[in-house]
């Protein structure tokens, strides 16, 4: 009996494709073997169905709620804190909107193929960042190493959102606490920002930079207490302020996460919503205050000379790659929870757009705000603009308490922070959670308790940096767990997916969930574009590195050390599981490499001798 073989996404003639939907997927291996006189026969053969997608392991995997769930979690991890407190400065650094030139060619060259990578790869396999890597297990070491990268952000980035949780309760007052000098955690040279003008500071110093002003004393002595540390080497205890936040903090996220997707997926409604409500409301009321249109202009200001300089380059290549945030494995473990057939592709142009989008729109809420202070203390829009931290929890909390209303307006700015946080690292726990439930089951059976302990594991570690000289372990973790070590992942991961697994095929697989071949543009960018791409980024980052330094104080070497070996803790993971899965092969020196690339659903032809046969494989339903 002839059987007509049909991708899924066609019709057959014989019977609507609907009819097949509940029944279970075989693959049907049909090898050509040339025989003698010149005539070839077919040797038909069905490989079991537990590594093909709708088998019945996949159909029990569970699903977003809805699409909109999926859509808020991409994107609320996408938007993070650093869209608010690094592009724009960046942009206004580099050549204003001279700067979105190279942004947006990076976007569209590298940073959108990488995205829709990502999505496709994981919604096709339905696996977490390492199991998915059944498709060329040599490469699974990567896996490994962006769990664990995703891991170590969660040890310092839930600490940033407990200070957030901390400056959100120390709003609830009549008079924000770093409106004025005299409390007790102020020094001697606190100075009242009313006295403070461009011929006050002298000797060059920016105001961004001096620290004796009341919002730079609450941050630095009243809530990191640096003053009573002398260094990465004299910590202290954690603060227990801190602590209570921290727990807090870890709550929210066990909470959200206990359940999967299904609870997740709910809380996304309002962490990945509210930003932009509130940031909307601080734009409305930024654009009305005096100096705000000195800083806009400043913001846009157009310089192309400054395209001459490769460091505005460099900074637009690693802003796109971390903006997006490709390779944390987090992409990959929410898209595993889609169903077989959603548009991938749509929502990785949706999302990647509408984060690119939010970043260049966050800008006009920043510098709003600091034109107004520039104007307030008579200084250059150059001398108040800075970013991270010293933006969200100096500058700006500072331009914030002159305005009526300033508690308002305060509880608003750090409800923004808190929900840009928690969703980020909601994303990134579940890349571990899914990664690893994904490679173990018995974790998946457990899953709640596995949530747990990755929770308290994250806490536990986080004390550190809640310590006297807790900035200084934040900054060593910042620079080294998820720097040059994320950019070597990700540029594996893009060469084991385009060189080993192949584009061609991984091609025809976005083809079997949505029924059309990506572009040739598409697969020019996965093959050629983005590794390189990747490779410039991981060069430039090498090249451009420095030793530790938080503001003027510089980190022993010991500490640049330590900082290596937690970046060469995850990257090794490539090479030593793919020198282990050789090892554990079995055969000649060609037969165990065939077994290192080729899908695990293939290796029973590795075992057999058949490697050279020519394999044409179908996706029939039986």
């Not at 004390?463 to 767990?481: Q, S």
Request: aromatic share 16%.
């Amino acid at each position: 009996m002839n059987i007509q073989v049909l991708p899924d996404h066609k019709l057959s003639s014989v019977a609507p494709l609907k009819s097949y939907n509940n029944v279970e997927k075989k693959e049907v291996e049909l090898i050509l073997v040339k025989d003698r006189n010149g005539v070839q026969y077919t040797n038909s053969t069905i490989i079991p169905s537990s590594s093909s997608p709708g088998s019945a392991e996949d159909i029990e995997r569970e699903t977003w709620g809805k699409k909109i769930d999926f859509l808020l979690s991409v994107i609320g991890f996408a938007v993070d804190l650093a869209n608010v407190w690094r592009f724009p400065y960046l942009c206004y650094k580099n050549g204003g909107g001279a700067f979105l030139i190279p942004y947006t060619l990076f976007l569209v060259i590298a940073g959108m193929p990488l995205f829709y990578m990502e999505l496709a790869l994981g919604q096709y396999n339905r696996e977490g960042a390492a199991t998915v890597w059944k498709i060329c297990p040599m490469f699974k070491g990567v896996g490994y190493t962006v769990i664990l990268i995703a891991l170590y952000v969660g040890f310092y980035y839930n600490v940033i959102i407990a200070w957030s949780l901390y400056y959100l309760y120390s709003s609830f007052t009549s008079e924000l606490p770093w409106q004025k000098c005299g409390n007790i955690w102020n020094s001697e040279n606190c100075t009242d920002p009313k006295l403070i003008n461009g011929s006050v500071l002298g000797n060059g110093t920016s105001y961004s930079k001096y620290k004796n002003t009341p919002a730079a004393e609450f941050y630095e002595r009243g809530v990191l207490h640096l003053h009573e540390s002398k260094g990465i080497q004299d910590l202290g205890l954690p603060r227990w302020q801190l602590t209570l936040c921290l727990v807090l903090v870890v709550f929210i996220l066990y909470f959200s996460l206990w359940k999967g997707v299904k609870s997740s997926g709910k809380v996304v409604y309002i962490t990945a919503t509210m930003p932009y409500v509130v940031l909307f409301v601080l734009l409305i009321r930024g654009i009305t205050l005096p100096g705000a249109m000195e800083g806009i202009k400043a913001y846009l200001h157009i310089d192309f000379k400054q395209l001459n300089n490769p460091t505005v380059w460099i900074d637009a290549a690693t802003q796109i790659f971390y903006s997006l945030g490709a390779g944390f494995g987090v992409l990959i473990a929410f898209a595993s929870y889609n169903k077989f057939d959603n548009n991938c592709y749509r929502d990785a142009i949706l999302t990647s757009t509408t984060n690119c989008v939010t970043s260049f729109f966050s800008g006009f809420a920043i510098f709003s705000v600091l034109g107004y202070m520039a104007d307030k203390h008579g200084v250059k829009i150059e001398d108040v603009a800075t970013e991270g931290p010293g933006l969200v929890f100096i500058i700006y909390p500072e331009a914030i308490s002159t305005l009526p209303g300033s508690t308002f307006w305060a509880i608003v700015f750090f409800i923004m922070l808190l929900t840009l946080g928690i969703d980020s690292s909601m994303g990134g726990m579940e890349a571990v959670i899914t990664g690893l439930t994904d490679d173990f089951k018995i974790l998946k059976r457990n899953r709640k308790a596995f949530t747990f302990a990755t929770a308290f594991g994250t806490f536990l570690v986080a004390l550190f940096c809640i310590t006297n000289g807790g900035i200084y372990v934040l900054t060593l973790l910042d620079t080294y767990a998820a720097g040059t070590s994320i950019l070597f992942g990700v540029l594996i991961e893009a060469i084991g997916v385009s060189w080993f697994y192949g584009v061609d095929r991984f091609s025809e697989d976005i083809e079997r969930m949505m029924g059309f071949r990506p572009g040739l543009y598409w697969r020019l960018c996965w093959k050629f574009v983005s590794p390189a791409f990747l490779l410039f980024v991981v060069i430039a980052s090498i090249v451009t590195s420095s030793g530790l330094k938080y503001d003027d104080y510089i980190f022993p070497q010991w500490s640049n050390a330590v900082g290596w070996g937690i970046a060469m803790s995850s990257m090794l993971f490539v090479p030593v599981y793919a020198v282990y899965k050789f090892i554990c092969a079995k055969g000649t020196f060609k037969e165990r490499i065939a077994y290192c690339i080729t899908h695990e659903c293939e290796h029973h032809l590795v075992a057999e001798g058949n490697i050279r046969q020519f394999k044409l494989k179908h996706w029939l339903a039986i």
